[in-house]
């Protein structure tokens, strides 16, 4: 199955684990959703962008994120992370091209739906923040665009829906979005 035009579904559930126990890695419809998603907004465009990706693990059904031992709130059972390797370009430059793509909107967007204050999501005991900004008057503009600046200061992982967000931090968190 196609997922865009450069990903098969396959690519994100093959598991030399999964087959050596006999453990099938297949998605349900959840699972399948959320592989799109990461696919879609994630994955395609940093091929688009940097060529070639490859994915070393995606999906993680229960048993083999158990067999593996893999933590029990992994983002790969609910088909919401890849590991991958670019090799055209360094982890370094790769994340810094992916943090450069968030932009003042995204974060205003952000700051509705998680219903805050810019320096709500701002995590202060950062060097950066001491260094430069702690003690400075800055109206909500002014600290949007510092997060823009320094990404670093961003306070993640921040779980989104379509209308809600939460800081993921405890985990326990991210449960408020369904409720």
Known sequence: MKITKNFHLKELIISSTAERLGIENKPNGEQLVSLSIL????????????????????????????????????????????????????????????????????????????????????RTKEDIWKENFKGKEMNDDEIINVLVENPKLMERPIVTTKTKAVIGRPPENVLELFN
């Open 39 to 122: 696919t879609q907004a994630i994955l395609q465009p940093i091929r688009d962008e940097f060529g070639v990706v490859s994915i070393s693990s995606g999906l993680r059904v229960p048993d083999l994120n158990k067999a593996i031992g893999g933590s029990k709130d992994s983002s790969h059972c609910k088909g919401e992370a890849a590991d991958f390797e670019c090799y055209s370009v360094s982890n370094y430059d790769l994340c810094s091209w992916i943090i450069a793509k968030l932009k003042f909107d995204d974060i205003e967007l952000l700051l509705v739906k998680l219903n805050a204050k810019p320096i709500d999501i701002v």
